[in-house]
Every structure is written in structure tokens, then in C-alpha cells.
């Protein structure tokens, strides 16, 4: 069984800088596909970023593009978001997720993580 365990959340100043850490277990790692979601109350559920098992990146939301970097370190079993330039309007619960399998479409996960508020102040 895989468990996510998130941390690095808090508070920022517009213009200020984060990083979220989602460290994995129970799971085979290297082969699986990870992301990072957000989710304010009264929006939909954001898909900001995906990084694939073989390090392929994508960055589905134009919002994010520029500002928030995903990594992956696999001896550590921990993937990252880097976010810079941080603006009120990125003020969100956030979420990381991992598949199963390597062959997963982007977007699709099976495990997530417990959520990590981020609060930005203008």
C-alpha cells in the first residue's frame, strides 16, 4: 500500500517563495507518476502539474506556467513543487498524487496525499 505524507505549506507574501515536499512509501517509486493539484473553496479542483516516471513534465494549467516547478527526487521517494512569484489568487489547499502504474494517463492517479493549505497575502 502507498502513503503520501505532505509537507512545506504555510504562509507567504505575494511575490514570495514555497516549496511543498510529498514523501511516498509502500510503492515501487521510480516507476510512478506523480502530481500536484489545488483546490480553493467555491473552485473546481486545479491539475497544476505532472511529472512522469521517466521525468516528462507537463504544466496543464496556464496560471502556474513560469512560476511553479515540479521535481522529483527518487532516493529520497519525495516529490517537490516549487513555487515562486506567488500571488494571492494561489492561495489554495494543495495536493499530491501518485499512480500506480507507469503507463497511467496524465491526470490519473490512485494515491493522494493529505493536503497542505498554502495562504498567500497580498
Known amino acids: 500500500q502507498v502513503q503520501l505524507v505532505q509537507s512545506g505549506g504555510g504562509l507567504a507574501q505575494a511575490g514570495g517563495s514555497l516549496r511543498l515536499s510529498c514523501a511516498a512509501s509502500g510503492g515501487t517509486f521510480t516507476t510512478s507518476n506523480l502530481g500536484w493539484f489545488r483546490q480553493a473553496p467555491g473552485r473546481e479542483r486545479e491539475f497544476v502539474a505532472d511529472i512522469r516516471w521517466s521525468g516528462t513534465i507537463t504544466y496543464p494549467v496556464d496560471s502556474v506556467k513560469g512560476r511553479f516547478t515540479i521535481s522529483r527526487d527518487n532516493a529520497k521517494n519525495t516529490v517537490y513543487l516549487q513555487m515562486n512569484r506567488l500571488k494571492p489568487e494561489d492561495t489554495a489547499v494543495y495536493y499530491c498524487?501518485?499512480?500506480?502504474?507507469?503507463?497511467?494517463?496524465?491526470?490519473?492517479?490512485?494515491?493522494w496525499g493529505q493536503g497542505t493549505q498554502v495562504t498567500v497575502s497580498a
Open positions: 498524487a501518485a499512480s500506480r502504474i507507469s503507463w497511467s494517463p496524465v491526470g490519473k492517479f490512485d494515491y
